[in-house]
């Protein structure tokens, strides 16, 4: 997946650095202490972490793909490390979790266990954002993997990660220019105390 993204960086980091995700912004950040820190997972252009920067809150982003993490680290100035959400491991624990679009990359037969993995480095009673294509398939367009989820799919999903839960799920169109039609489904965890 990694390959697509680094052979594409400057176009998808031009298509989606600009773009409005003011409205998710007002269902996640309202949940996040003040001045708290966020872990932006999979954070491609590195546009929702500088948001967050602007806000306050202290932001720990990364992104698998080398090229999108050098742009992202020029935009924030501040490193962007280059990693997945399976092999992700820092000692630091998080108010929140911001996976806008990426974990929809992750093969589903290796979804749980990113979800997972993301988990452990979130606080007790922390956030967890995440959006999905809205669909039931796994597919593969224009050299991207995606794993599609419905709120079925999403619920048996989470129903086996034990120290997690739904809170909401609402669905959205694209906020890109001429892809309003495309359908996202969103979703806010939230941590279970251990």
């Given at each position: ?41 999979g ?5 929702d972490?500088k ?5 306050g ?34 000692t ?11 974990l ?16 452990n ?8 954002y ?17 794993t ?17 839960a ?5 669905l ?23």
């Amino acid at each position: 997946m990694s390959d697509y993204y680094n052979n594409n960086a400057q176009q998808f980091f031009s298509e989606t650095v600009n773009v409005d995700m003011r409205s998710l912004y007002d269902i996640f950040l309202p949940l996040i202490p003040i001045g708290g820190s966020i872990l932006d997972a999979g954070c491609g252009s590195g546009r929702d972490a500088k948001r967050f920067m602007d806000y306050g809150f202290q932001v720990y982003a990364f992104d698998a793909s080398a090229e999108l993490a050098a742009k992202a680290t020029e935009l924030l100035n501040q490193k962007v490390d280059v990693t997945t959400f399976q092999t992700l491991n820092l000692t630091q624990q998080y108010d929140g979790i911001w996976a806008c679009a990426s974990l929809l990359h992750v093969p589903k037969s290796e979804l749980k266990e990113a979800i997972h993995n993301l988990a452990n480095h979130l606080k007790g009673n922390g956030v967890f954002y995440a959006s999905f294509k809205y669909g039931n398939t796994e597919r593969e367009h224009n050299g991207r993997n995606f794993t599609d989820l419905n709120e079925s799919l999403l619920g048996e999903l989470v129903s086996q990660l034990k120290n997690l839960a739904i809170k909401e799920t609402w669905l959205t169109g694209d906020n890109r220019p001429s892809r309003e039609s495309e359908k996202w489904l969103n979703v806010i965890l939230i941590k279970r105390m251990e």
